[in-house]
């Protein structure tokens, strides 16, 4: 297969999910099954064929990067800057072969999941065509080579994110809390929009190549590197609004609304991973202020959300703020320069958060049979106060949740220990570079709040006794088409598949796959630390942290394993051995528990200020309108309105009078010399000689 064919392969890989969109929307009713078998096969094959062009991308192009781009509109010559086309095109490289395989892996596990899941739902052919949009949108993003597909792929994103989410729109609480994703992403849209066009405005051109190329011949917005680190920013801030950043990150747990499989899907690689690839295809361009904007952004998020999912009750809440926080690593591993090792943990998270929220709807589902047989519909079937003992009775799911608990936590074996090993001597190096402690410091806290509120998911849940005993008789494992992408997400949650060195992952195909880009922007514009380095070493600074990262590799593993330790020993000691009592402790602490468990009070902030604010101006607005607008307009109608009349009362007194007087007059003298018309010529006669004589006498 030639570079060609292998690009051709990837188009259609992106366009098959569409394919099956549009089959199933116009005539899912005439469908076997409402066509929920052939949008999983379409997936299937996306995902067969995803495969295929990762081995052969990596193994017979390692090096290459396929593209090609075409002339979508010519404006010709355009006064004051030249021939303006705009073109757009796809790539293919390793990190869109990779990213490609993380999409169609989960979308197509969620599509075969939904089988089961969404079994009887009134909208179900619907539910997988926009599921198949979702992925063709998410695929989009992922081979675009230019600013403007990758946009409108953004937008498509969020749309069909909208959908989904408000698949029950009957629920007020799920149609609200699409709008409320729609509207939120939208905000950071925006800024995404800005840095774009001031890109575009400068380099003439969408794709990345041109900008790049730009950039790295000296070539600066503006001329200034100051404008540059404000336009990957304002880029940054579209990646904010996707990947559920503070402080935008409140649209995300409020999605939980959506099906089981929906919140699998958009929490684990697709939607809010397109934040996080955005800046990986981004990376070269960053600033170096722009890029510990990024670290900080991410590490203020990994903290927010881990503290937060301590106190959540509702088993999608916990998974939810665990993805805003697990997000935060990425980011704080792309910020630092740890490239390589936040896309890792974007591809480890993929599966093992895929697999949680997987394994949540399996227990959902669960709880929902039991409760409909016993005919409660008050208990809320997602509040872990609610479960308990589910271990004898759902063993596959509980291993498996078990597995990728082990995983999100950082225990050795797993991929997730590998990822997170790496994005925290990242951290820690660049602490060392840099004297940014605070970093590290919140990657360590959050990895120990993270192995502590796992656990205590896995325990509630699975460990002790059901809340109520009877109820446990009807509660039975998932079906097969439910455990079996369970059990294959787990596999691959295992170290082997990404490094045979179970305590590094420097080592194996990913790294080797995917070095960290150079920077092309100026080197005032590099860390400051980083390039000092790597001037005393003559070395580059993505060389440099490579190095830092692996002398400091050693006491990371060792930190990172005490601290999770340490986070499932205190979640045993509370909620398994009752060593500890939780009660007391929130007691103890009750105003900062209230404050977590109230979510830092986002949502009540953002309604006071922003949402409060936003109804003020549309309020005021609407006065303006109807007071001076509405106004200006009646007022205007009521002059117009008297001067017609008065118009109309000297129309028909003035000059209809002037008319009507003319011909009052002329009537009148025809009446009087109506008189002489005799039609007698002796008359005539007469009147013409009386005439004569009187002229005379007139000018005698």
Known sequence: ??????????????????????????????????????????????????????????????????????????????????????????????????????????????????????????????????????????????????????????????????????????????????????????????????????????????????????????????????????????????????????????????????????????????????????????????????????????????????????????????????????????????????????????????????????GSGSVIHAMQHALRHAGDHETDPQDIRNMGGLKKKMPLTYWTFVMFTLTISGVPLTSGFLSKDEVLAGSLAFGSLSGHWLLPLIGFGVAGLTAFYMFRLVILTFHGDHRVPHRLEHIHESPRVMTLPLVILAVISLFFFYSWNPFGASSGWVYRALPPPQSIVPVSQQPASLVAAGAEEHVAPSVVMAETMHRVHGTTMLLSLLVAGLGILVAFLAYQWRKLNPESVKQKIGPVYTFILNKWYFDELYQATFVAGTLKLANLFKWFDLTVIDGVVNGTASITRLFSWFSGRFDNIVVDGMVNGAGYVTGFFGLVFKKTQTGKVQTYLVFAVLGVVILFFVFR
Not at 1 to 21: R, Y
Not at 240 to 265: C, N, R, Y
């Open 1 to 358: 297969m030639n570079q060609g064919d292998l690009l051709l392969l990837t188009i259609a890989v992106w366009l098959l999910p569409l394919v099956g969109f549009v089959l199933l929307v116009f005539f899912n009713k005439r469908l076997p099954r409402q066509g929920d078998i052939i949008e999983t096969g379409i997936l299937g094959l996306g995902l067969a064929a995803s495969l295929v062009i990762l081995f052969a991308k990596l193994f017979s192009f390692p090096d290459a990067v396929i593209s090609t781009s075409f002339t979508w509109v010519d404006f010709g010559n355009v006064p004051g800057v030249g021939h303006l086309p705009i073109k757009l095109g796809f790539m293919l490289d390793n990190l869109a072969a990779m990213m490609m395989v993380v999409v169609t892996v989960v979308s197509f596990l969620v599509h075969l999941f939904s089988i089961g899941y969404m079994k009887d739902d009134v909208r179900y052919g619907r539910y997988f065509a926009f599921l198949g949009l979702f992925t063709f949108s998410m695929l989009g993003i992922v081979i675009s080579n230019n600013f403007f597909l990758t946009y409108v792929s953004w937008e498509l994103v969020g749309l069909s994110s909208y959908l989904l989410i408000g698949h029950w729109y009957e629920k007020r609480s799920a149609s609200n809390a699409g709008k409320k994703a729609f509207l939120v992403t939208r905000v950071g849209d925006i800024g995404m929009f800005i840095g774009i066009l001031i890109l575009y405005v400068n380099f003439h051109s969408f794709l990345f190549d041109d900008i790049f190329g730009a950039i790295a011949a000296g070539k600066l917005p503006y001329g200034s590197g100051g404008w540059l680190t404000a336009a990957g920013i304002l880029v940054f801030i579209g990646a904010i609004g996707k990947s559920a950043q503070f402080p935008l990150h409140v649209w995300l747990p409020d999605a939980m609304e959506g099906p089981t499989p929906v919140s699998a899907l958009i929490h684990a690689a697709t939607m809010v991973a397109a934040g996080v690839y955005l800046v990986a295809r981004l990376f070269a361009m960053f600033t170096a202020d722009a890029l510990l904007v990024i670290a900080y952004i991410g590490a203020v998020t990994a903290f927010i959300a881990a503290t937060i999912a301590v106190a959540q009750n509702d088993i999608k809440k916990v998974l939810a703020y665990s993805t805003i926080s697990q997000l935060g690593y990425m980011m704080l591993g792309l910020g630092v320069g740890a490239y390589t090792a936040g896309f890792f943990h974007l591809m480890t998270h993929a599966w093992f958060k895929a697999g949680l929220f997987l």
